[in-house]
C-alpha cells in the first residue's frame, strides 16, 4: 500500500515537473522580416539549440536557422506612455487617471540577421520583459556574437 500510495504521488509531482523540462522555448511575437509565411503580431516559440534557433508556431516548424549563419543579433525597445488607458481610467477617477499617464510601457524586440549561403534573411520579435535578457544570452552563446543595441546605433542618412 505505502509503495503504491509512493508511486502515485511520485508521478503527481514529476509528470508536470518533466512536461516543463521539455518545453524550454521563449514565446515571442513574429514583428516583422524574411518569413513570408508569417504575419506580423503571431505568436512563436523561439527555441536555442546548441547548433541551430528555431521558431515553431502550433507543434510546426516554421524557421530553422542555423547558428554558424547569425551574422548580428540587435536590440532595441519601443518606449511609449500609456495615454490611451489614462483617458479609461480618467472617466472613472480623475486623479488615477492622471497617474498613469505618467506612467511608460516598453516593448523589448530582439533581431536577428542570417547568411546562410545564397538565404539571406533578418527578423524582428517581441519578448516579453522578463525573457529578453535570457533570450540575448543564448542567442549571444551559441552564435559567438555580442548583441548590439540599436539605439545606441548612429545612422547616417
Known amino acids: 500500500m505505502r509503495r503504491l500510495l509512493a508511486a502515485i504521488l511520485a508521478c ?3 509528470a508536470p515537473a518533466a512536461m516543463l523540462a521539455a518545453d524550454a522555448g521563449h514565446k515571442v511575437t513574429y ?3 524574411s ?3 508569417i504575419k506580423a503580431g503571431t505568436g512563436l516559440k523561439l527555441y536555442i539549440d546548441s547548433k541551430q534557433v528555431r521558431f515553431v508556431k502550433n507543434n510546426a516548424e516554421v524557421a530553422t536557422i542555423p547558428a554558424s549563419a547569425i551574422t548580428e543579433i540587435t536590440y532595441g525597445q519601443d518606449v511609449h506612455r500609456r495615454v490611451g488607458t489614462a483617458v479609461a481610467v480618467g472617466v472613472f477617477t480623475l486623479g488615477v487617471g492622471a497617474l498613469t499617464a505618467l506612467s511608460k510601457s516598453k516593448k523589448h524586440y ?3 540577421t542570417w547568411a ?3 538565404q539571406k534573411g533578418g527578423l524582428a520579435v517581441q519578448c516579453d520583459k522578463n525573457d529578453y535578457r ?3 544570452a543564448g542567442l549571444e552563446g551559441v552564435t559567438g ?3 548590439v543595441d540599436s539605439e545606441t546605433m548612429t ?3
Do not use: M, P, R, Y
Request: no cysteine.
Open 116 to 118: 546562410n549561403g545564397e
Open 134 to 136: 535570457g533570450i540575448l
Open 31 to 33: 514583428d516583422g522580416g
Open 35 to 37: 518569413l513570408a509565411s
Open 155 to 157: 545612422v547616417k542618412n
Open 110 to 112: 530582439v533581431g536577428l
Open 145 to 147: 556574437k555580442k548583441a
Open 12 to 14: 503527481t509531482f514529476l
